[in-house]
């Protein structure tokens, strides 16, 4: 019933969430600030200045927007780093079948990350050719849980939002596929992804039929 299925990037085909951790982890505790997995949860999906300020409130001082671009290109720098050596061995378990199901169901395939690595991560993973059309971060104005990103993908896949599924594992690109009109796949727990019309643990139990 699908014409196009839209897939997040970080989290959803590869584990790079963690590499994202690991940055703003120290990141974080270099400004004095708490740091931990629940806290992390709320920076899935959100673009990089966006975590930063989410993170810099819990700061005691306040900062200049010279000073906020310096720590994102010191986290950025040591993301870059962590992505470095990464391979098609990073590939989470079913990204790759998911992906070639729905090539050979005959529906289009988009990417929505908000991540302005995600082109080197799907370089370094080896699976650039397998999207239609993969979103530039780089021209998003407003990113997840806007529904912007996703509507973006659409329009450029020549198919209407309602006959897109999209597949998120964040709480911001759940909320960002609904307001886009279209049906959400998560990736995780129903508990966290409470908007999402049918959750599965990890790609492995993709079934397109049964959306
Ligand atoms: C994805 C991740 C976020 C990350 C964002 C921006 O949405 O889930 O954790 O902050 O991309 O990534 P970037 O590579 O541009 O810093
Ligand atoms: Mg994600």
Redesign the pocket.
């Known amino acids: 019933r699908f014409k196009a299925v839209i897939f ?4 959803v085909i590869t584990d ?2 963690h590499y ?1 951790y690991l940055a ?1 982890k120290q990141l974080a505790e270099s400004q004095g600030v708490h740091f931990d997995h629940a806290f992390n949860e709320n ?6 200045m ?2 930063l300020d989410l993170i810099l409130a819990s700061s005691s001082r306040t900062y200049t927007p010279e000073e906020k671009l310096a720590l994102a290109d010191a ?2 720098l040591h ?1 870059q780093e962590l992505i470095a050596t990464m391979s098609s061995k990073d590939l989470l378990p079913g990204a790759v079948e998911a992906l070639d199901t729905v090539r050979r169901a005959g529906l289009r395939i988009g990417l929505a ?6 082109f080197t991560v799907l370089e370094r993973l080896g699976i650039t050719d397998k999207f239609d059309y993969v979103v530039d ?1 780089a021209i998003i104005a407003r ?2 849980p806007d529904p912007e990103i996703f509507l973006k993908a659409a329009r450029e896949l020549g198919v209407a939002p309602a006959d897109c599924l999209g597949v998120e594992d ?1 709480v911001a ?1 759940v909320a960002s596929i609904k307001s886009a009109g279209m049906f959400a796949l998560g990736i995780g727990h129903p508990f966290v992804l409470t908007e999402a019309d049918v959750v599965i643990t990890s790609l492995k139990e993709f079934n397109l039929a049964a959306y």
């Open positions: 997040d990037l970080d989290g790079t969430a994202h703003w920076l899935k999906g959100i673009d990089r966006g975590s986290k950025n993301y990350s908000v991540s302005k690595n995600a971060a990113g997840k964040a690109g």
